[in-house]
T-cell receptor
Framework: AQKITQTQPGMFVQEKEAVTLDCTYDTSDQSYGLFWYKQPSSGEMIFLIYQGSYDEQNATEGRYSLNFQKARKSANLVISASQLGDSAMYFCAMRERFSSGSARQLTFGSGTQLTVLP | NAGVTQTPKFQVLKTGQSMTLQCAQDMNHNSMYWYRQDPGMGLRLIYYSASEGTTDKGEVPNGYNVSRLNKREFSLRLESAAPSQTSVYFC???????????FGEGSRLTVL
């Protein structure tokens, strides 16, 4: 079963509008972390935002916020006031513990390609 | 501020050839990872190293080997390259805090 599901392969948004990128996850761990990364066309992976499973407040970083709904197992990324430079691939990822508890790998979704229209 | 450095950035191989992707980090992180990225599939973990001296298989380890040479360096070797290994490879490291991954710039490998 998919651990991270991003159901929107592509999204379009008008410049200056807000957009929500969906992410649902599946885990039986009580302690986990959720991440969003941005990958522009140049290819590098850029960390955007992090939410811990025990964090009561939704994470925010500038124009990025994470809408964390634990009971629904969703961790949607909200980008406010979209800019042309926001056009990129966006990946949702989850950190669980290995059974050995010794490492902290991330499992990634398949990504959402966001295009911001002028 | 080098962060995670991986080489080479581009490589073209013929089927059956071997090569090693090199990765080094200067952030004193214990854990290092190799991922591959294919269209429509996100990033998939090939191998990881939780700490110096240990390595473990990830989701897609077949056809690869790794070496954690020291705390800084983690290399990925293709012994006999196959066209299915055409991909973009990312090395990453993580700290003991949130587990955020710090990525290298990626290595684009084409196997003909």
């Amino acid at each position: 079963a998919q651990k991270i599901t991003q159901t929107q392969p592509g999204m379009f948004v008008q410049e200056k509008e807000a957009v929500t990128l969906d992410c649902t996850y599946d885990t039986s761990d009580q302690s986990y972390g959720l991440f969003w990364y941005k990958q522009p066309s140049s290819g590098e992976m850029i960390f955007l935002i992090y939410q811990g499973s025990y964090d009561e407040q939704n994470a925010t970083e500038g124009r990025y916020s994470l809408n964390f709904q634990k009971a629904r197992k969703s961790a949607n990324l909200v980008i406010s006031a979209s800019q042309l430079g926001d056009s990129a691939m966006y990946f949702c990822a989850m950190r669980e513990r290995f059974s050995s508890g010794s490492a902290r790998q991330l499992t990634f979704g398949s990504g959402t390609q966001l295009t911001v229209l002028p | 501020n080098a962060g995670v450095t991986q080489t080479p950035k581009f490589q073209v191989l013929k089927t059956g050839q071997s090569m090693t992707l090199q990765c080094a980090q200067d952030m004193n992180h214990n854990s290092m990872y190799w991922y591959r990225q294919d269209p429509g599939m996100g990033l998939r973990l090939i191998y990881y190293s939780a700490s110096e001296g240990t390595t473990d298989k990830g989701e897609v380890p077949n056809g690869y080997n790794v070496s954690r040479l020291n705390k800084r360096e983690f290399s990925l070797r293709l012994e006999s390259a196959a066209p299915s290994q055409t991909s973009v490879y990312f090395c990453a490291s993580s700290d003991q805090g949130t587990g955020e991954l710090f990525f290298g710039e990626g290595s684009r490998l084409t196997v003909l």
